[in-house]
């Protein structure tokens, strides 16, 4: 990565490329320390960001619930399962320019988006969970007499909460993506995406890269808080695997 760096930088300075087509990394790196003071980006990315939590606090509202309502009644996920697996596949990105249509309100449209793509990776990894879940536990319980909510509330759902928590963690990572490439083809009047077109359109390639690179720094910070949260609760689940491995 150094060495790509450097090279670029080589290519620049000897006038070997135009820097408006590939700007220097120097310049690009000047423009990344200086964004967080730029009150325009700041109030993009929280909007970008407020988009983003909210479309995936309201999949996981969504999708936990059905994943644990479809993973304890196996008739009715045999049923839906086609159907998951047709809408799974499809790109979430190119459901953009239809929601556009359907949805006039444009931070609504956006949020409906990234709550569409965040679905999927919570609803999957919820089943993933609910099948994953010791079936002598269950049968344990039953035989002293609790029901199927007592057995659902005390075995099922610790047991797939690592599971839940994996498949938050990565719809955060697909939220964002989806939440910039909204502002990109939508606009809007603020966001990452819109801050990334709209110097595009002035020829700041140096800028459009810099918020590019502040928009992965923001990815990687939420995947890693995620991760970081994810061990500390469930610490036991890793044990649990590595023993069984």
């Known amino acids: 990565m150094a060495g790509f760096l450097v090279a670029g930088e080589l290519v620049i300075r000897f006038g070997l490329s135009e820097d408006l087509v590939f700007p220097a990394p120097s310049a690009v790196l000047r423009e990344a320390v200086w ?13 970008t960001l407020t988009n983003w939590a909210l479309g995936l606090l309201i999949a996981t509202a969504v999708a936990v619930p059905a994943g644990v309502l479809l993973g304890a009644l196996p008739p009715v996920e045999r049923a839906i399962r086609p159907v998951l697996e047709f809408m799974r596949p499809i790109p979430s990105v190119a459901i953009i320019p239809l929601a556009i249509l359907l949805i006039p309100v444009d931070e609504l449209m956006k949020v409906s988006v990234i709550v569409y793509a965040s679905l999927w990776p919570i609803l999957i990894n919820t089943l993933y969970g609910m099948h994953d879940v010791d079936p002598m536990a269950k049968d344990t319980l039953r035989a002293f007499g609790f029901g199927r909510s007592a057995v659902l509330a005390r075995v099922s759902l610790p047991s797939a909460a690592p599971f839940i928590a994996t498949g938050v963690r990565i719809a955060a990572g697909v939220a964002l993506v989806l939440a910039v490439s909204a502002e990109l083809v939508a606009g809007g009047t603020a966001g990452i995406g819109v801050y990334v077109t709209t110097a595009g359109s002035g020829n700041r390639t140096d800028l459009m890269l810099a918020a590019t690179f502040w928009a992965g720094v923001l990815g990687v910070a939420a995947n890693l808080a995620l991760l970081a949260g994810e061990r500390r609760l469930f610490h036991w689940h890793r044990v649990r695997t590595g023993a069984a491995g």
């Open 35 to 47: 964004l967080p003071s730029d009150a325009v980006f700041l109030r993009g990315t929280a909007a």
